[in-house]
């Protein structure tokens, strides 16, 4: 079993020939460091499964770049507005080093659809723990002070720190360099 269907059937307990049939669609894709998944502006026709390497989501504001997040393998890579509403993306995607992915492209994510019987069911749970994701992050954002945001992310992910440049997880913690820097002196 590969990594992308542990990941699902650990999510959905999907039946083995209908977890066969999802994995059919997502073809490998290699992204050098520096290379684009997508960029602002531009419409999202694919959905990534990081097998190995980081990827970063950011939007440029005000002249700056805001780190949204940065994925680790066992993630799901996507602007999901533009994927699902074909709206333009709001995040650029970019490999933070040399990454493997599981791509599926949009016309194959929609015959799915016809393909097993469940898809209406598995898409509509995909989305919530996108927005489940997205939530709890809002709420640590909002409730938590710079040292808990900072507690929770090294210990959910701790890999970061030592493959990350710390300004980007700074800019994803809501906070400067420097205070990233105070508490990491502070916890070690």
Request: proline share 4%; glycine share 6%.
């Amino acid at each position: 079993m590969t990594e992308l269907e542990k990941h699902i059937q650990a999510y959905f307990g999907l039946d083995p020939v209908d977890l066969n049939k999802i994995s059919q669609f997502f073809q490998p894709m290699v992204l050098k460091k520096g290379d684009y998944f997508l960029k602002t502006g531009r419409y999202s026709d694919r959905m990534g499964f990081l097998i190995s390497g980081f990827i970063r989501e950011y939007v440029e504001w005000n002249g700056k770049e805001i780190t949204k997040w940065i994925s680790s393998p066992g993630y799901f890579i996507l602007d999901l507005s533009s994927f699902v509403f074909g709206l333009p993306a709001r995040y650029t995607i970019q490999a933070l080093s040399d990454s493997e992915l599981l791509v599926i492209h949009k016309e194959d994510y929609q015959k799915m659809g016809q393909l097993i019987p469940r898809w209406g069911e598995l898409e509509k749970l995909f989305i919530s723990k996108c927005f489940g994701v997205l939530e709890e992050r809002i709420l640590q954002q909002i409730s938590l002070s710079a040292e808990e945001r900072y507690q929770v992310l090294f210990t959910h992910n701790r890999e970061l720190f030592n493959q990350v440049p710390l300004q980007y997880l700074a800019s994803m913690l809501g906070m400067s360099p420097e205070t990233l820097s105070r508490l990491r002196k502070k916890t070690l």
